[in-house]
């Protein structure tokens, strides 16, 4: 499955953002779908997980403010962020985990 990322947008601190990828092409159903980041002049980190089976995982410095979801019907995943702080600026990948196929990301700024 190969996917578009959208919703990255310039907020403050404290603000929430819910970031959409849609999926196209494959079986999204069987697809499990990483959430990466990428800050200026850092290189890509994991953020979060939703299986195919809708288990769900996060890195610790987002656990409790953000929630990955998915709906199969919509082949999207997003990625609602909430209390949003400047360290979570960053570019907003998702990522096929069985493909490996990235989507173009998408811009999320933070201001304090």
């Known amino acids: 499955v190969e996917f578009v990322e959208s919703g990255g947008a310039v907020v403050q601190s404290g603000e929430s953002l819910r970031l959409t990828c849609v999926g196209h092409?494959?079986?999204?159903?069987?697809?499990?779908v990483d959430w990466y980041r990428q800050a200026p002049g850092k290189e890509r980190d994991w953020v979060a997980r939703?299986?195919?089976?809708?288990?769900?995982g996060y890195d610790d410095s987002v656990k409790g403010r953000f929630t990955v979801s998915r709906d199969n019907a919509k082949t999207t995943v997003y990625l609602q962020m909430d209390n949003l702080v400047p360290e979570d600026t960053g570019v907003y990948f998702c990522k096929d985990t069985d493909t490996q196929a990235w989507g173009q990301g998408t811009q999320v700024t933070v201001s304090a």
């Open positions: 092409g494959g079986l999204f159903s069987l697809a499990t």
């Open positions: 939703v299986t195919w089976f809708n288990t769900t």
